[in-house]
């Protein structure tokens, strides 16, 4: 199992962003890419800020993983939390679009093609929920 | 409430406050013609993360700021998702577009009080105007 968020749990999220017939239907005309931002909290054994990176085009991922914060910085779309709110939100414990209300998912990029497609960034991100994950702070 | 776009700044805004200013603001770039009249005080209401957000007209052009406005005409309730694909449904007419799909999901989620409008009736010119200038379409 990897462990979030590494590069190897990057790779697992594509393997499952591609088989989601949801995502494809959701994102069938989305094009762009997307980076998470999972910021540090030493205490929890994330002792670095942590960029992902999706290449994402009509309903497919062509790739990604973790990238340099440049890399990251240039995606055209950057969802940010501490690594903790990424935590709640992979085991089920946040909803996205409420933590994005209540500030807890911040994001950043060209907000009414998010709103547009609101049901395809749900299901990408409810994906992430299907990764089976390791986390730092549980090891 | 705190102020959001269109005024000096006290504190963070909330996720739905910056959510709602950015979105207005992008829309605006976009379409400066979209606007609010004077008496279009509007609140926005996430049941269910429990934040509010108030949209009204201001010397400068609009401003959002957190929380419940008591002077609103119109109120808009409904869940954080639902109130994204009420901003992301096609217009006709500055309402949800019937002959489309995510419209008529809107109209229905709109009959099942999943999305609530207090002065949909009595301030339709309001909610046209505030869909409008939602709307990211």
Request: charged share 25%; aromatic share 6%.
């Amino acid at each position: 199992m990897p462990t979030f968020p590494t590069d190897a749990w990057f790779q697992a999220f594509i393997v499952s962003i591609n088989g989601s017939d949801e995502y494809r239907a959701a994102a069938a005309d989305w094009e762009g890419d997307i980076a998470f931002l999972v910021q540090a909290e030493p205490d929890v054994h994330v002792p670095d800020d942590v960029w992902g990176y999706l290449d994402l085009w009509h309903g497919t991922c062509r790739g990604g993983g973790v990238v340099d914060r440049g890399a990251g910085e240039r995606a055209a779309y950057v969802l940010s939390a501490p690594y903790t709110r990424w935590k709640d939100i992979l085991l089920g414990e946040l909803d996205p679009i409420k933590g994005m209300m209540q500030g807890k998912l911040k994001v950043r990029g060209d907000l009414p093609t998010i709103v547009r497609y609101v049901r395809a960034a749900n299901e990408l991100v409810r994906l992430t929920g299907e990764v089976e994950t390791v986390f730092p702070d549980e090891v | 409430m705190s102020p959001g776009s269109g005024s000096e700044s006290v504190a963070e805004p909330s996720g739905i406050t910056a959510l709602i200013d950015g979105l207005v603001r992008q829309n605006l770039r976009r379409d400066p013609t979209r606007r609010l009249l004077r008496a279009d005080v509007v609140t926005i209401e996430a049941v269910d993360a429990d934040v509010s957000v108030s949209i009204l007209p201001s010397d400068g052009g609009i401003a959002v700021v957190d929380g419940r406005d008591p002077g609103a005409r119109v109120v808009v309730s409904a869940s954080s998702t639902k109130l994204l694909e009420l901003a992301g449904a096609p217009l006709r007419f500055g309402l949800p577009d019937v002959f489309s799909r995510a419209g008529r999901a809107v109209i229905g989620d709109l009959l099942a009080r999943r999305i609530r409008v207090r002065g949909l009736v009595r301030h339709l010119g309001t909610v046209r105007r505030l869909t409008v200038l939602l709307s990211a379409r």
